[in-house]
């Protein structure tokens, strides 16, 4: 019986399994009529105001569209086109490059490179819920916070563009995120304008789904951009869209901004020893790198730079493992919801929230660091934390007498270096090699 | 003689009208009171991590009632500019105060746990523990992210200049139960409950004004004002505050808290 079952519903196994496969083949080319939006936000801000957000939701989305466009034709808003300093900050040439269906021409000049490499993960919008994120660990980076964690300037202040275009080359070590150092240079300029341009877009909405739910009673019907004032109060009208306007342009200035805010990075002392470069050196110089690496053990387990509270006295990762990151801040904390509390988390979850985790601190011993191995890009780490997440700023002297001098901060980074090398536990002199310490 | 009449009333006019426009101003007063039985706060998670918070009794602030009274703390109440535009403020308080607001790391726990600063004031993040602090400033929305390490001892500024929508909470990332949280309104008028559940906000406007009510345990939408039973639609409540004092009692029931 089973098996005539079985044998009669064999023809439409096979068709649906062949519509399954061409659909996925084909799902590349499907139009995509719209962004989705960013409703586990929204449900944060149905909780804070007790009022209902679909109507602000509905109403970003329409503003949205009418400036940065869809999936397949998206547009650099004309006010920002219009605007010496921020004209150049996205092309509208390169937008379209990496936008759209992923096709490609004889030359073999690609096109719709976002879905081609990257929606799979971060997904169309760009929240880092594509299909493959919830297996991912970590999770894929959501864009539309606009906080990037791997970059050359202070913890609040965005990336720059070379911030970003390093991420795409080099990958980030100990993620899923890799390296597409294969592509070539004009296909990675598209994805980084594109890139760029969604976190814009998604931070934009969040501005203003935040304005909606602070300054507008929406069960009143009162809107962020009311048509109907156009004709009866032009002056109110104005001064909406004034403000939507200005919303996009300070978020499109925070980027601008960031190459004048890049962290200088102090040289180390000339005679500066380095971990690897002088392991194998003259005498001297491995003497000096030994007392480097010494220095900078005590100021990984001192008062200071505090690392061992996190990292761990062993430098494994597991000192303080109970934190997130703000991505699960933004909606759990914030909304006044427990990450680990199951119940209240699901709504989130339902409206495509993927389930907290908690933010590990590194293991250092591991020797992968995801914002990049060379000792400035350590050196960046320490003395800029790590945005979005509980790493903290190291002060530097003398704007912060308790803080590290430089030369300080160059000590940790040899005994970072070193660390992948150390042994936990190190062979007292009393216990022969060949016998256990603790049988 | 002329003049000196002309001076007492001058004197005298300008007296009255100083005391018209004080007299113009309301000033509120809001007890905050439990209903039921306050839940026993619980342990925090994760001090046995650090040896010297760990040898501390650290309970959640998350919500904190007064034994004897009853009252909750830390109940913030501000001018809700959803439901009512400021048109003007009292000129006393139309400064900016000029004094830095203090946000010690002591005990293992942030003190205050509520801040309310103003745009153009700065926080001073202090270490009074022997313990290494960070203070994490990532909550913001308009405010420039900054999150810094605090070794025992030290201080640091964080100046805040631009007004937050909500409240937006402060971490330190060695010591995750650690929770400040910042009022940033871009005006005088907030208010938050001491350990009696009183606060007080001076010279208000009159009539119709809306406020919005803040906990950070509970979403309080249905009380008791002055033993009338009242819903707060929105998290926001309307009162008719007149000239003077006006004075309102608020009891919560306790299964709003979480």
Redesign the interface.
């Known amino acids: 019986m089973n098996r005539l079952r079985n044998h009669s519903s064999g023809p439409l196994v096979i068709t649906t399994l062949i519509a399954v496969a061409v659909s996925f083949l084909s799902g590349c080319e499907v139009p995509i009529a719209s962004f989705s939006s960013n409703l586990v936000f929204a449900k944060r801000l149905e909780?804070?105001?007790?009022?209902k957000m679909e109507p602000a939701v509905n109403e970003t989305q329409s503003i949205l569209a009418e400036m940065f466009g869809t999936p397949d034709q998206p547009t650099w808003p004309k006010l920002l086109s219009e605007d010496q300093e921020l004209a150049g900050l996205v092309s509208q040439q390169r937008l379209t490059r990496a936008a759209g269906a992923v096709r490609s021409d004889q030359q073999d000049n690609h096109f719709g490179l976002f879905r081609e490499h990257c929606v799979h993960c971060h997904s169309v919008v760009g929240n880092g819920v594509g299909p493959t994120s919830s297996f991912l660990n970590p999770y894929p980076r959501d864009f539309r916070m606009g906080?990037f964690k791997f970059k050359t300037t202070?913890?609040?202040?965005k990336p720059t563009r070379e911030d970003v275009m390093r991420l795409l080359t080099e990958g980030i070590m100990g993620t899923s995120m890799p390296s597409f150092r294969l592509l070539k240079q004009d296909d990675l300029e598209a994805l980084t304008d594109y890139a760029i341009y969604l976190a814009i877009r998604g931070e934009v909405e969040r501005?203003l789904m935040?304005?909606a739910?602070?300054?507008?009673?929406l069960?009143k019907g009162e809107r962020l951009l009311d048509p109907a004032l156009k004709e009866s109060a032009p002056d109110d009208y104005q001064d909406q869209l004034r403000l939507i306007e200005e919303t996009v342009t300070k978020v499109a200035q925070s980027w601008t901004g960031a190459a004048s805010s890049v962290t200088k990075v102090e040289a180390p002392p000339a005679d500066y020893p380095l971990f690897g470069r002088d392991t194998a050196g003259s005498k001297e110089a491995q003497d000096r790198l030994g007392a480097s690496i010494a220095n900078g053990r005590s100021i990984f387990h001192g008062?200071?730079?505090?690392c061992a509270?996190?990292h761990g006295n062993t430098a494994m990762g597991d000192?303080?493992?109970?934190?997130?990151d703000?991505w699960t801040?933004d909606w759990t904390?914030?909304a006044?919801v427990?990450p680990r509390d199951k119940e209240?988390i699901q709504p989130f979850l339902d409206v495509g929230a993927l389930k907290p985790r908690n933010i590990l601190p590194r293991n250092l011993r591991s020797g992968i660091y995801r914002g990049g191995s060379q000792p400035v890009d350590l050196y960046h780490r320490i003395v800029q934390?790590i945005?979005?997440?509980?790493?903290?700023?190291?002060?530097l002297k003398p704007d912060?007498p308790?803080?590290l001098s430089t030369e300080e901060v160059w000590d940790l980074v040899n005994y970072l270096l070193s660390l992948p090398y150390e042994h936990i536990t190190q062979q007292s002199s009393q216990v022969p090699p060949y016998q256990r310490e603790n049988p | 003689m002329k003049t000196v009449f002309a001076i007492a009333f001058l004197l005298i006019a300008g007296g009255i009208s100083q005391f018209a426009c004080a007299a113009d101003w309301a000033d509120l007063k809001m007890t905050f009171v439990l209903k039921g039985t306050p839940p026993k706060p619980s342990a925090v998670v994760g001090k046995e991590r650090d040896p010297i918070c760990a040898a501390l009794p650290i309970l959640s602030e998350s919500m904190l009632i007064n034994a004897k009274n009853n009252g909750i703390q830390n109940v913030g109440f501000y001018i809700d500019t959803r439901n009512y535009k400021i048109k003007e403020i009292h000129p006393d308080l139309k400064a900016v105060p000029a004094n830095k607001v203090v946000l010690d790391n002591k005990n293992c726990v942030f003190v205050p746990h509520v801040l309310i600063v103003r745009p153009g004031q700065t926080i001073t993040a202090k270490n009074s523990d022997k313990t290494g602090h960070n203070c994490n400033f990532s909550g913001f929305f308009n405010n420039t992210a900054e999150n810094f390490a605090l070794p025992p001892g030290a201080s640091r500024d964080k100046i805040i200049d631009q007004p937050e929508r909500g409240v937006s909470p402060v971490d330190c990332g060695s010591h995750p139960w650690m929770k400040a949280y910042i009022i940033a309104q871009d005006h005088p008028y907030v208010g938050l409950s001491n350990a009696d559940g009183v606060l007080s906000i001076a010279k208000l406007p009159t009539g119709k004004v809306a406020f919005r009510v803040w906990h950070e345990n509970a979403v309080i939408d249905e009380v008791m004002l002055n033993g009338k039973k009242a819903k707060w639609d929105k998290a926001s409540l309307e009162l008719e505050l007149k000239i003077g004092m006006n004075e309102y009692k608020v009891e919560v029931d306790a299964a709003r808290f979480k």
Do not use: F, W
């Open positions: 909780i804070d105001s007790g009022m906080i202070p913890k609040g202040k501005r935040m304005e739910a602070s300054e507008l009673d069960d008062k200071i730079a505090n509270s996190c000192g303080q493992t109970n934190d997130y703000d801040k904390i914030l006044k427990d209240h934390g945005d979005g997440t509980p790493m903290p700023a190291v002060g912060n308790q803080g």
